[in-house]
């Protein structure tokens, strides 16, 4: 039972790895840059690491032929950009939310398609994706539409193969991603603001993932599980 986790090096992405390990899978994540965190996840966990940029159709080819015969995979890596409204968004920021978040969810989801012969697959959204993030990142919430989209045709290209694609929609999560976008606060900033009453935990975000590749959603694919403190 191999699961491929992209973007496994930290947040919510290692948090899933930590968790995957314990129900007894078999760990490859990827990472684009953060060495130093894949390494101490290899030595912590017995995971495997591969550099890999998803947004990169031969790193993605290479992380499976690495990972060999996969039952499972997590396709989380995602970035953001710096916030504002959209007037002000540079084109380059633009172009690389997309690149990464669909383009590279979609060269995952298509090595996956080609590569696995039964399984889930388990993509990571956002709950932008229904609120579209207006005055912040209009561009990463309609990118994470299209993952979806793209997870509820997916679901019904593969369930004939007996293969489920299913996502989850994390809300606010304390993660280094929201440095990414120059709010490294803002889960607190808006804790007040989400209906439970404060930001989401990495784990809290893992336990979904876990159950969706699990036996136990035998019967779920095609599903959006959002988790959110109720946003
Ligand atoms: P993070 O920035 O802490 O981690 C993202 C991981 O993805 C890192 O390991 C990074 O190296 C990797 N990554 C980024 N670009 C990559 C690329 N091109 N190729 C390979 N790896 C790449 O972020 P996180 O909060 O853990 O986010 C994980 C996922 O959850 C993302 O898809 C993000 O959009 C989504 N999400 C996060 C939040 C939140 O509040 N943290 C909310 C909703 C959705």
Redesign the pocket.
Known sequence: MTTVI?????????ATARRLVRDGHEVVI?????QD?ARALEKELGVTAVR????SEEDVARLFDAAGEVTGVVS?????SPVGPLAELRTEDLRRVVD??VV?ALLVAREAARRMTSGSIVT?????ATLGSPGEYVH?AAS?AAVDALTIGLAKELAPRGIRVNCV??????????V?SGVPDR?DRVASKIPLGR??E?EE?ANAIAWLLSDEASYTTGAILRVAGGM
């Open positions: 992209t973007g496994g090096s930290r947040g919510i992405g290692a990827s990472y684009r840059q953060a965190e890999a940029d998803t947004a989380n890596a995602g970035i953001t990464v978040n590279g990571v959204s956002s709950g932008a990463y994470k929609q994390p809300g606010t999560v304390r993660t280094d991603i929201h990414l889960p930001p989401g990495p975000i």
